[in-house]
């Protein structure tokens, strides 16, 4: 039986790319890893950001949408994303960056067990700085060394991810039964599942919370995506999620990966995407996020793509 070796990215809104890119880059440190569009959409741009290559597990990707307006804060949606730092010094570190640079923050206190900083981008997008304590991540990642936050404090990759539901056990029928998630901890109104034992890179807290659904706008998360390794395992998953009585997209190629999306009981979007190919699939890794790349199906539409978009940089 196949299993989920943790998150693979996750994809939120932001109404202006130049400000997010900003963020990003010149607050979090992170490497804006490939800027592209909405292969759905292509009149709207879709960048991504994470360690050296973008590696499975580190990628935060954004939809432009100059539309957008303010995010309803509600249940049935996902509501937080943990991003993991190397130490508590680290939490201590960040703290007063985000001082420095205006950055929305909380105290440091703790989330799911672990030392925690809360803290918000331009946008309300709400995050989480995780203490991991110097425990192993993914053998994938690898650090970007032209962060501008030293290596000692940079961000690692993805941690625990928070979803507000209305239904809490429909949420965990879905992790448990269906995606092999293991329970770790519930009570009547949280519970915390792993796909990886011990480990918050695949770790997501679910909430039960009664009220209205989200309505989304900038700075709201629109899909988790999770991983697995290759297309064999995809076609895997895409059967288990049909037999579940799951409605799948099937298999979809994004070029630098595959995938499928669905819906579970509460509403809530699942990615299943496989690891590879990757970013490098049309770029050196050193040139990677400086031009707009482009699937090949979109390739011979590039003008069209490019007057259309506002230039970045």
């Known amino acids: 039986m196949y299993t989920i070796s943790g998150h693979h990215h996750i994809s939120m809104i932001t109404k202006n790319a130049q400000m997010n890119h900003q963020f990003y880059q010149k607050v979090l440190g992170l490497r804006r890893v490939k800027k592209t569009v909405n292969q759905d959409d292509p009149s709207m741009y879709h960048l991504f950001y994470g360690d050296l290559t973008g590696s499975a597990g580190t990628e935060l990707s954004f939809f432009e949408m100059p539309i957008a307006g303010r995010t309803t804060r509600g249940t049935n949606a996902i509501t937080q994303i943990g991003l ?3 130490s508590f010094e680290s939490l201590v570190f960040w703290k007063t960056r985000f001082e420095l640079l205006g950055v929305k923050h909380g105290e440091i206190t703790t989330y799911a067990g672990r030392d925690a900083l809360h803290f918000e981008d331009s946008e309300g997008l709400r ?44 949420l965990a029928k879905t992790l448990k039964d269906m995606l092999g998630y293991a329970e770790v901890s519930r009570s009547d109104k949280e519970a915390i599942y792993q796909s990886v034992a011990g480990q918050s890179f695949g770790e997501i807290v679910v909430e039960q919370k009664e009220g209205p659904s989200e309505k989304p706008g900038k700075g709201s998360i629109h899909h988790l995506a999770i991983r697995v390794k290759n297309e064999d395992e995809l076609r895997y998953w895409d059967e288990v999620v049909k037999e579940s009585g799951f409605q799948s997209t099937g298999i979809v190629d994004r070029f630098y990966f595959q995938s499928l999306y669905f819906r579970e009981s509460n509403g809530i979007l699942f990615e299943i995407a496989t690891d590879g190919p990757g970013f490098t699939a049309d770029s050196t890794v050193e040139a990677l996020g400086k031009i707009l790349d482009l699937p090949p199906f979109l390739e011979e539409r590039r003008a069209e793509i490019e007057a259309k978009l506002a230039p970045l940089d």
Do not use: F
């Open 84 to 86: 993991l730092v190397p």
């Open 127 to 170: 995050m989480i700085l995780l203490n991991n304590n110097g425990e192993e991540v993914p053998e994938n990642w690898s650090a970007w060394k032209d962060s501008i936050v030293e290596q000692k404090h940079r961000i690692l990759g993805m941690g625990t991810i928070e979803i507000t539901v209305r239904y809490l056990d429909r």
